[in-house]
């Protein structure tokens, strides 16, 4: 194995073509929007289909599942497919982002054309399908772009990462803030997001030529080569269960902070300083990686990440200011996570499989798989629980007290089992 660094400088160019222009804003742009149609999805359309048209959370919880069991052949195939498009990418990617705007469009902007739980399962395959195809060819497109950056991996990871999350931030906030005006919040979200789909697809247009330009005479490299790499298997590993406390947490904000802290009206608000506070950090993270190693400040960031929520059990209605705080700073933390453990793949993508499609299907689907994960337990058990969706709901203690232990204490066991995998390591693991 190389035992070059994932900071080092990136390869010259075998083909001898000239660099391309750097265009950096693009890839952020473009991440903020995949980014929109990700982690909010699963934040608001649980909550917007239980509260609007009576949906049970157990329903919903099992179309994310069963949608998430599609994606086990669905992901490696759509890397597969992105690995062979050649010169159809960017007409490929062009039409993926045209359905992820009309299925946007559909699941918030159209009411149900029939019964609700089918409309929120088709409209979901729609969005989660070309939110899985754009993914993967978007990183797989990064793994070509960083061989012509200084800063390599690291550097394009401050910008897709860092549009990332800021992608979530105006996502997370836009409901709320647009419902101070309007009456279909949900709606103008969904129409705004299509909008700037369209914006993001035109930037990204001359980036998807690159790769065609540049020739990409590597061969595609079997799935079951990829899986064989020591290397990959831990980062997957790591991936997959170092996301999961963000997926818990993310699928149970809104139900704690209204019910728990008796705060509605202010989710947007705290959603908005989470992930605010991780856009601000990601370019931090990424300077101290490229000083220090990735992995010491992936350690560092994962121990402060449950030394702040770990006070989270302590809080009780009206605590909104404490709560802030710990957003805060548990905000700053993912971003170290969301900006690390992607360069660290990306380059380990490049070493072994340089077109990066079927790699990077694997990382979709470990990404979407803990969201699901955790939607197919945790609502189901709140609603056994006795627990309703909706403010001023009547819940009894022994819900909000499950409410609290799900949604604070499991990420913290969960994300103490990803420091310990983290850990335990080889000394090689960012080197292999």
């Known amino acids: 194995m190389s035992s070059a660094p994932v900071t080092a400088e990136p390869r010259a160019r075998a083909t001898g073509a000239a660099a391309p222009a750097q265009r950096l804003w693009a890839y952020g742009l473009y991440g903020a929007v995949l980014s929109g149609a990700g982690l909010p999805i699963y934040i608001f359309a649980p909550k917007y289909y239980a509260d609007t048209y009576g949906v049970s959370l ?66 979901l395959t729609g969005l989660f399908s070309a939110f899985s195809f754009l993914s993967i060819t978007f990183y797989a497109q990064g793994v070509e772009k960083a061989r012509s950056l200084p800063g390599g991996h690291l550097r394009l990871a401050g910008w897709r990462e860092g549009g990332s999350l800021l992608g ?148 009780g209605p009206g605590d909104t200011v404490p709560f802030a705080v710990i957003c805060l700073i548990s905000g700053a933390t993912i971003g170290a996570d969301l900006t690390l453990l992607p360069a660290l793949f990306a380059a380990r993508m490049a070493r072994i499989a340089p077109r990066g499609g079927q790699g990077f299907g694997l990382w979709a689907f470990a ?15 709140l609603e056994l629980a006795g627990f309703e969706s909706r403010a001023g709901a009547d819940n009894p203690d022994g819900a909000l007290r499950l409410l609290t232990y799900l949604y604070a204490i499991l990420p913290c066991g969960l994300k103490l089992l990803a420091i310990g995998l983290l850990v335990f390591q080889p000394a090689t693991f960012e080197e292999d």
């Open 58 to 123: 157990t329903a919903l919880a099992a179309v994310l599942f069963v949608l998430r069991l599609v994606d086990v052949v669905q992901d490696p195939a759509l890397g597969w497919v992105s690995e062979h498009l050649g010169t159809w990418r960017r007409r490929a990617t062009a039409a993926g982002g045209l359905v992820l705007a009309a299925a946007m469009l559909c699941l918030f902007a159209a009411p149900p054309a029939f019964d609700p739980v089918w409309w929120f399962a088709l409209s």
């Open 367 to 381: 990404q979407k798989f803990t969201l699901a994960f955790a939607a197919a337990l945790l609502l189901p058990a």
């Open 168 to 315: 979530v931030c105006l996502a997370a906030v836009a409901p709320t803030v647009l419902a101070l005006w309007l009456a279909s919040p949900y709606a103008a979200f969904a129409v705004g997001f299509a909008t700037v789909t369209l914006l993001a697809i035109l930037a990204m247009v001359p980036e998807w030529t690159t790769a065609s330009r540049a020739g990409m005479v590597e061969k595609p490299v079997p799935l079951r080569t990829i899986l064989g790499d020591a290397v990959t298997r831990r980062l997957l590993i790591l991936a997959l269960v170092n996301a999961t406390p963000l997926a818990v947490s993310s699928t149970l904000f809104l139900y704690y902070v209204e019910s728990v802290l008796q705060a509605p009206g202010l989710e947007g608000g705290l959603l908005v300083l989470f992930f605010l506070s991780a856009a601000a950090s990601a370019p931090l993270w990424s300077w101290m990686a490229g000083r220090v190693g990735a992995r010491k400040v992936l350690l560092g960031a994962m121990i402060l990440a449950v030394l702040s929520f770990a006070a989270v059990p302590l809080l």
